[in-house]
């Protein structure tokens, strides 16, 4: 099975979410950060490899950055290039040697990147895959945790719970 990637139209994704438009309108960083912790949980599950892309193509003299952040890439494109531009050029660039994924809302850049043999996903669906995701983790890690009483017996080795017991036992 080839390699999947996720490539997220950052500020796409961040204007289309209602949460994440409203924390932008106090916060754009603060925004763009919640994002990319959002997609680190779901990279962590997922284990897609997901580049998160943010226009940086209106600041004067922009050379672009890639940043590493936890387990995904961040990347600001370079002055004179949209973030439409990266992913269509990475894209054509993964070739269908990957599989990729790309999540926008933009219906043209829907339709060029499928032409370059991506999948895509609008920022409604991407939020439903990321809630299905949440909630299987839920489920399959955190609820089971809940369920199981710890106690300090189970958690000891048995020639020390044994002789715990023994105690308790001559105590009564």
């Given at each position: 099975?080839?390699?999947e ?6 500020y ?7 949460e ?5 309108e ?5 925004a763009r950060m ?10 962590g599950?997922?284990?897609?490899n ?6 940086g ?5 922009n050379?672009g950055?890639?940043?590493p ?5 961040i ?16 894209t054509r ?5 990957y599989q990729?994924t ?7 850049e829907?339709?060029i ?10 920022a ?6 990321i ?7 839920k489920e399959t ?8 009483r ?23």
């Amino acid at each position: 099975m080839a390699e999947e990637y996720l490539l997220v139209d950052g500020y796409n994704i961040v204007f289309a979410w209602d949460e994440l438009r409203k924390l932008a309108e106090d916060n754009l960083e603060a925004a763009r950060m919640k994002l990319a912790d959002i997609l680190c949980n779901y990279q962590g599950y997922s284990k897609k490899n997901v580049i998160l892309v943010f226009d940086g193509h209106k600041a004067k003299g922009n050379l672009g950055s890639v940043i590493p952040y936890h387990n995904i890439s961040i990347i600001y494109t370079k002055e004179a290039e949209t973030a439409d531009q990266y992913i269509e050029k990475v894209t054509r660039q993964f070739d269908r040697k990957y599989q990729a994924t790309v999540a926008t809302s933009d219906a043209l850049e829907q339709l060029i990147i499928m032409g370059a043999g991506a999948m895509r996903l609008s920022a409604r669906e991407l939020k439903e895959e990321i809630n299905r995701v949440q909630k299987e983790m839920k489920e399959t890690y955190i609820a089971p945790i809940k369920q199981k009483r710890n106690t300090l017996l189970d958690n000891l080795p048995p020639e020390a719970a044994a002789l715990l017991e023994k105690l308790r036992n001559e105590e009564t």
